[in-house]
Every structure is written in C-alpha cells, then in structure tokens.
C-alpha cells in the first residue's frame, strides 16, 4: 500500500476513522445501543469531557503510528510496539511490585532477545551482502 500508492499517515488515519465511524454507527445504531448511550451521556454529563480526552489522547497516538507506517514501514511500527509494551510490562513489574508468573517472565525473556537480535542482525545493521 505505502510503496505503490505512495500514502501518508494522516489520508491512512483519515480513511481508517472515517470507515471506523461508519461500522460503528450502524452498529449501534442496529443494536440500540445508541439509546443506552444518550441516557448514559444525560445522566453522567462529566463523560463526555472525559470522552474528549481519551479521543485526542487516541488521535495522537494513532497519528505517530500511521507516521512511523507510513514513513518507515510495518515492520518498524510493529517493533516500537512491541518494546513499548515490553517495557510498560517491565517498568509495571519493577515500579508497581506486580508478580508475573513463570511462563510470563518466559514471554518476557523472548521478547527481550527478539527485539536484542533484531538490533544486531536486523535489516540494516551489520555488513552488506
């Protein structure tokens, strides 16, 4: 997509919320659940600040991710992500003394020593063929 049609993040992330917008709306819509919502929304007006914050909060994640895509690719994007959350999980366990159980620091070892060989042996480090 990024090679043949030449995309930026912001005609990504625009046809990606707009088609988003569209599901969802006929989604609730079919559902009625859009009727729970506006009886939430009046009786918790305070909500729709709070769902303000959390939408740009969002956008502007989703706009350095549809950056990093379109600017250097999937795979970078997939390997920020992950160490993002590698290190959510970590900084989760050492700040906040959560336990992870056995097979868990298994998963987190992987991901460390995927993401370590990614950096020696990745794509663009090292001598060329």
Request: one cysteine or more; a positive charge.
């Amino acid at each position: 997509m990024r090679a043949e049609h030449n995309v930026k993040s912001g005609h990504m992330m625009l046809n990606m919320n707009f088609w988003s917008v569209v599901y969802v709306a006929v989604a609730i819509v079919f559902t009625g659940e859009v009727f729970a919502l506006i009886g939430f929304i009046s009786r918790h007006p305070i909500i729709v600040w709070q769902m303000a914050s959390l939408s740009l909060a969002g956008a502007i994640g989703q706009f350095f991710i549809h950056m990093t895509v379109s600017e250097f690719g999937p795979l970078p994007c997939s390997i920020i992500t992950t160490s993002r959350k590698f290190f959510t999980v970590l900084g989760s366990v050492l700040i906040f003394g959560n336990k992870l159980l056995p097979r868990q620091w298994v998963a987190a070892g992987i991901v460390f020593t995927g993401l370590g060989l990614d950096s020696v042996y990745g794509k663009g480090s090292g001598k060329k063929k």
